[in-house]
């Protein structure tokens, strides 16, 4: 073999090097991101997301996007054959600048200027965790990202529920003085992002309402959302393994649903099947969750089902299920109901003016709900019937399907 094929397979072997280097980098640093990965060709529309993009002089970026630039934290490679070839800077981006804390490191993984950058310039040196690393350092800048953003997730949730338990009751009772019935547990699923089928808009908020709401009743509410297959089966087991001869148990779903043959079937986020075989394996069948409960002797069960959408195969070309969902059998103890009857749509909205958060089943039953000294049949059929009329005003039939097969009675709120 001639010196120079040997010559050219040795800088092939140099680029392919500096390649795969450079894509464990991305791997690297996509791992510590809690930003979804960005969708699409066209950087452009590239928006609170996560992304590695190549510049017309073959610089490369990696991390984060807002309105189509570079933003947040994220590492710029310098590929070009210029002065900073090989080198590399990992920090703070603004407008495509680096901006903020950062460190640059040259094609070695020395450091060059560690500091303080505004507009692209080193303006003053700083103290930064010392690293030869880029990965390590954008690690680290990630996780206090993410802790903080974590910290803010959770005050805001918090407050959201205080607001909203104060517009249930005159004034906010407390978590520690609200009632607790050790025989009254829940479980509340809302499903909203899915990844192959059509997206929703009110079903983790539907979810966080039930919540918070059965949390006033007395309910010990496990609260869960937008749960793959995996994690969907596992919240039923654990559920089904915490309920107790005797318990009023509650279960609600909002979300994807699909009727296949006589049987219904609960979608989970991550569901990608083409074939009516593969989403009897992959969803949840509704079904299950009702015997689950027969067999572990509740007391009183009652079952919402607020799926009764568009079919959610039809958009992806697929010919599974239809709308709605099927009609079903209550056992002994048991009531199920859905938000719309055989073949109907449910509404999330009652119109374009229409800026309730809620869908509308979910509206109107937690109003029901809390009223006291009425048995769920009233409730119920208090909620079907405003259901339908509100639909109706809109030129909508909608009218919640329930198949009962309680004995005695039972009240949500029950005062002397």
């Known amino acids: 073999m001639g010196r120079w094929q040997l010559l050219f397979q040795d800088i092939q072997m140099k680029k392919l090097l500096s390649y795969l280097i450079f894509f464990l980098m991305v791997e690297a640093a996509c791992a510590q991101t809690n930003l979804p990965v960005c969708q699409g060709t066209d950087t452009s529309k590239w928006s609170n997301c996560f992304g590695a993009s190549t510049l017309s002089n073959r610089n490369k970026y990696v991390g984060e996007f807002k309105d189509g630039e570079f933003?947040?934290?994220?590492?710029?490679?310098y590929l070009a054959d210029d002065y900073w070839k090989g080198d590399r800077y990992v920090g703070e981006f603004k407008a495509n600048k680096f901006s903020g804390l950062?460190?640059?490191?040259?094609?070695?993984?020395?450091?060059?200027?560690?500091?303080?950058?505004?507009?692209?310039?080193?303006?003053?040196?700083?103290?930064?965790?010392?690293?030869?690393?880029?990965?390590?350092?954008?690690?680290?800048?990630?996780l206090e990202k993410a802790e903080a953003k974590r910290k803010q997730t959770e005050a805001e949730e918090q407050s959201r529920l205080t607001q909203q338990n104060a517009q249930l009751t005159p004034a906010f009772t407390p978590s520690s003085l609200l009632?607790?019935?050790?025989?009254r547990r829940a479980l509340v699923i809302g499903n909203d992002t899915y990844k192959t089928v059509g997206k929703l808009d009110n079903a983790r908020q539907d979810a966080r309402t039930i919540a918070s709401n059965l949390t006033l009743v007395g309910y010990q509410v496990t609260l869960k959302l937008d749960l793959t297959e995996k994690e969907m089966k596992a919240a039923l087991r654990t559920f089904s393994e915490q309920v107790q001869g005797g318990d009023e148990v509650m279960f609600f779903f909002a979300g994807h649903g699909v009727q296949l043959g006589a049987a219904n079937y609960l979608l989970p986020t991550d569901i990608a099947s083409d074939s009516e075989a593969q989403v009897k394996d992959e969803a949840i069948q509704l079904q299950r969750i009702l015997d689950d409960m027969s067999d572990r002797k509740a007391k009183f069960t009652l079952v919402m089902i607020d799926a009764c959408r568009d079919n959610p195969f039809k958009t992806a070309g697929r010919s599974i299920g239809g709308r709605g969902l099927a009609p079903t059998t209550a056992a002994t103890g048991q009531m199920v109901i859905f938000s719309a009857g055989t073949g109907q749509q449910a509404l999330d909205r009652l119109g374009n003016s229409d800026k309730n958060k809620n869908g509308l089943f979910t509206r109107v039953f937690v109003q029901e709900m809390q009223k006291p000294n009425q048995s769920i049949d009233r409730v119920i059929k208090n909620v079907r019937n405003q259901v339908a009329a509100m639909a109706k005003s809109v030129g909508h039939d909608q009218v919640p399907a329930i198949y009962d097969q309680v004995l005695g009675d039972f009240y949500f709120k029950a005062e002397k």
């Open 179 to 183: 009632p607790i019935f050790a025989n």
């Open 71 to 77: 933003n947040g934290q994220g590492t710029f490679f």
């Open 102 to 142: 950062g460190t640059h490191y040259d094609a070695n993984g020395t450091v060059v200027n560690q500091g303080i950058w505004v507009h692209s310039n080193f303006v003053s040196s700083a103290p930064v965790q010392q690293s030869t690393s880029p990965t390590l350092e954008i690690e680290r800048l990630r």
